[in-house]
């Protein structure tokens, strides 16, 4: 089979497109504080977001990004390295090492390419990879992209990974591979467990903290969570999620970070981030700091939801993290149910096979109103009764 005829046989997205039940690449026609309207003129009570603080439709950060465009233009149209680099980009590596409590930070122009630069930048032949089943796919992307041996360890089982670490070569190089809080789950790695046997075996430790960063700690995420920001050597974080914008940066000891200055190559062959998000990252990181009750809003909003989903009898995630995963059980059923939801005014993420389980996944927001969580409630305990009945009865 040609490359091209791989396309032509491919039918799930059709199938999908033709039972109606099809969850992905939705049009919103409009976003503001916790609220999305669809194409169609429909308002929903956006509960599949990454927006955790809010901030994505702040009028002071799309006002620093709109200023941003008029000074700066539209695109930097060049990578850092030769011609695209702006003093905005070096300003807000100095905020985010400040914040965070590291030496330096790097700046990316996507959380993806902050992942490759991680870990392709740093590991090659002759190095070993060992990252946790459930990492984010540009972690396993990046890792294989390394040529580096990749060895996979079960979901927080640092025994596992201890086995495994037990078995490379005494001077092999080897770089431990974890997010902070895991996306679909919405739990926290054991960073404890994890510093210490990473500290016992020679290992570097990369945590990527996309989800944890702007939420636990005050904002500065996972490794502050626990107490142990000094002692993970690499962070890394994404500005899509509660930045509200796009990008990423890398934090990590000022040797390191002017080694991958010179050597990412996801940063010195792509164009940089553009003035528009550079400068609404940074108002993020200013308001984020200045307004404390963000982070501490989204994770009483999220509780509150996880408490009142268990007593409405779904089976769901014990996360500490805006985020809450639903048990669907099957595929038919998670369509079924996001389906329903939307019908009720309601919106979640669908996931499906080989991203993960069937499952809905709900994250909140810190903008959300009582309003907005009643509504979800309604609208969830709709769905339960209408789709779930049959799996929790046989339960």
């Known amino acids: 089979?040609?490359?091209?005829?791989?396309?032509?046989?491919?039918?799930?997205?059709?199938?999908?497109?033709?039972?109606?039940?099809?969850?992905?690449?939705?049009?919103?026609?409009?976003?503001?504080?916790?609220?999305?309207?669809?194409?169609?003129?429909?308002?929903?009570?956006?509960?599949?977001?990454?927006?955790?603080?809010?901030?994505?439709?702040?009028?002071?950060?799309?006002?620093?990004?709109?200023?941003?465009?008029?000074?700066?233009?539209?695109?930097?149209?060049?990578?850092?390295?030769?011609?695209?680099?702006l003093d905005l980009h070096d300003h807000l590596e100095k905020k985010l090492a400040e914040f965070f409590g590291k030496p330096a930070a790097l700046v990316l122009t996507t959380g993806y390419q902050t992942n490759l630069a991680a870990v392709t930048g740093l590991c090659g032949p002759g190095d070993h990879v060992l990252i946790d089943k459930r990492a984010h796919a540009s972690l396993v992307d990046a890792a294989r992209l390394s040529r580096a041996r990749v060895q996979w360890f079960a979901h927080n089982d640092t025994q596992d990974l201890t086995r495994k670490l037990d078995q490379l070569p005494e001077n092999a190089g080897r770089m431990v591979v974890v997010d902070g809080v895991y996306s679909m789950e919405g739990d926290l790695c054991p960073l404890p467990e994890l510093v210490r046997v990473c500290r016992e075996h020679e290992a570097t430790l990369l945590v990527d903290d996309a989800h944890g960063v702007g939420v636990l700690a005050e904002g500065r995420g996972t490794c502050a969570h626990y107490g142990l920001m000094e002692e993970v050597p690499l962070v890394t974080l994404t500005f899509s999620k509660a930045f509200g914008s796009t990008g990423g940066a890398i934090?990590?000891?000022?040797?390191?970070?002017?080694?991958?200055?010179?050597?990412?190559?996801?940063?010195?062959?792509?164009?940089?981030?553009?003035?528009?998000?550079?400068?609404?990252?940074?108002?993020?990181?200013?308001?984020?700091?200045?307004?404390?009750?963000?982070?501490?809003?989204?994770?009483?909003?999220?509780?509150?939801?996880?408490?009142?989903?268990?007593?409405?009898?779904?089976?769901?995630?014990?996360?500490?993290?805006?985020?809450?995963?639903?048990?669907?059980?099957?595929?038919?059923?998670?369509?079924?149910?996001?389906?329903?939801?939307?019908?009720?005014?309601?919106?979640?993420?669908?996931?499906?096979?080989?991203?993960?389980?069937?499952?809905?996944?709900?994250?909140?927001?810190?903008?959300?109103?009582?309003?907005?969580?009643?509504?979800?409630?309604?609208?969830?305990?709709?769905?339960?009764?209408?789709?779930?009945?049959?799996?929790?009865?046989?339960?």
């Open 1 to 85: 089979m040609s490359v091209i005829e791989k396309c032509t046989v491919y039918s799930r997205s059709r199938e999908l497109k033709r039972s109606g039940l099809y969850p992905y690449y939705l049009n919103f026609s409009e976003r503001d504080r916790g609220v999305a309207r669809l194409q169609d003129g429909r308002e929903v009570v956006m509960c599949g977001s990454n927006d955790y603080l809010g901030l994505s439709t702040d009028p002071r950060v799309c006002g620093a990004a709109a200023e941003a465009s008029r000074r700066y233009g539209a695109g930097c149209t060049g990578s850092r390295l030769l011609n695209g680099n």
């Open 251 to 395: 934090l990590g000891d000022e040797d390191v970070i002017e080694y991958l200055r010179h050597n990412a190559r996801s940063l010195l062959f792509s164009a940089s981030l553009s003035p528009a998000n550079t400068a609404a990252a940074s108002e993020s990181l200013r308001i984020l700091q200045e307004e404390p009750w963000r982070s501490e809003a989204v994770i009483s909003k999220a509780d509150f939801m996880r408490r009142e989903l268990a007593s409405l009898g779904y089976s769901i995630g014990a996360g500490q993290a805006p985020i809450v995963p639903i048990d669907t059980v099957d595929e038919k059923r998670t369509l079924m149910a996001w389906d329903l939801l939307i019908e009720q005014g309601v919106y979640v993420n669908a996931v499906l096979p080989p991203a993960a389980s069937p499952r809905l996944r709900s994250s909140y927001i810190s903008v959300h109103t009582d309003e907005h969580l009643a509504r979800a409630l309604e609208g969830f305990a709709a769905v339960r009764d209408q789709v779930l009945n049959d799996f929790f009865n046989s339960n």
